[in-house]
């Protein structure tokens, strides 16, 4: 599984080259858009994220010590 799973995002590190559904690609470029990102980077976000709650992925630990912007 893992040597799959390289394979992808190697395929995945040029994802202007991957072909989405109209519908897939509208919501992408919506939600790139909204979140002010390239599509590419956004999709890269989603992939990164997907992989970490599966568990093929180490979760990234967030630093909670840090200052950090706006109000709770």
């Known amino acids: 599984m893992q040597i799959i799973l390289r394979r992808a995002a190697l395929m995945l590190r040029n994802v202007a080259g991957v072909p989405l559904e109209?519908?897939?690609k509208d919501a992408l470029i919506s939600i790139a858009a909204e979140m002010?990102?390239?599509r590419s980077?956004?999709?890269?976000?989603?992939l990164?994220?997907?992989?970490?709650?599966?568990?093929?992925?180490?979760?990234r630990m967030v630093n909670e010590d840090g200052e950090t912007e706006g109000s709770a």
């Open 48 to 59: 990164r994220e997907w992989l970490e709650t599966n568990a093929y992925l180490p979760v």
């Open 22 to 24: 109209p519908a897939t």
């Open 36 to 38: 002010k990102i390239g």
């Open 41 to 46: 980077d956004l999709i890269k976000i989603i």
